[in-house]
């Protein structure tokens, strides 16, 4: 079991930055690629970024590309989510998602939410 605890929502206005936060514990060493979701009450859930588990391949939505950046830190167990010119529209509950091999859909956290006033 891996337990994952997302950390750093916020209120912000339209423009500025926010740093996400996801630590896990647990069968920590069993995760491998780490990804970042989001989800506005009546829609569903949708992907915004993923880092394999070296940390050298990162992938984005296009929604958020060239404003979020996504980085882990192993040794820390700790998997970050920068957020810039951030816009209304990127308001949701934002959940960490670790990958492991033999569970389906991995696990998840139970997310933290960010608002962006306009």
């Known amino acids: 079991q891996v337990q994952l605890v997302e950390s750093g929502g916020g209120l912000v206005q339209a423009g500025g930055s926010l740093r996400l936060s996801c630590v896990a514990s647990?069968?920590?060493?069993?995760?491998?690629?780490l990804n970042w979701f989001r989800q506005v009450p009546g829609k569903e859930r949708e992907f915004v970024a993923a880092i394999s588990w070296s940390g050298g391949a990162t992938y984005y939505a296009d929604s958020v590309k060239g404003r979020f950046t996504i980085s882990r830190d192993n040794a820390k167990n700790t998997v970050y989510l920068e957020m810039s010119s951030l816009q209304p529209e990127d308001t949701a509950v934002y959940y960490c998602?670790?990958?492991?091999?033999?569970?389906?859909?991995?696990?998840w956290g139970q997310g933290t939410q960010v608002t962006v006033s306009s």
């Open positions: 998602n670790a990958e492991s091999v033999g569970v389906a859909g991995g696990y």
């Open positions: 647990g069968r920590a060493g069993s995760m491998s690629g």
